[in-house]
């Protein structure tokens, strides 16, 4: 199928995109638009039965661990590296 994309059409894209196109760019981007949907219009003929839809190209599963609580509270290692403490927290210089 033959598509026109009409001025208008590249007018709204160029808005969107906040490009100022020139009337030569204008009809490149109006030929380019135009093999683009005739490109996907030959992928809609493809017969896709039985094929499952990807999300990537990869066959990925979930690589993060579960959430477990371990209990141990690590403030007295931390602190004991600390150049200064008060009140049980790290010192750290005035900042205005």
Known sequence: MVHQITDETIEYVGILAKLELSGEE????????GRMLDYIDKLNELNTEGVEPMTHIFD?????????????DGREAL???APGIKDGMLKVPRTI
């Open 79 to 81: 602190l004991a590296n």
């Open 26 to 33: 204008k009809e490149q981007a109006k030929a380019d638009m």
């Open 60 to 72: 990925t599963v979930n690589v993060f661990r579960e959430d477990v609580v371990t209990g141990t």
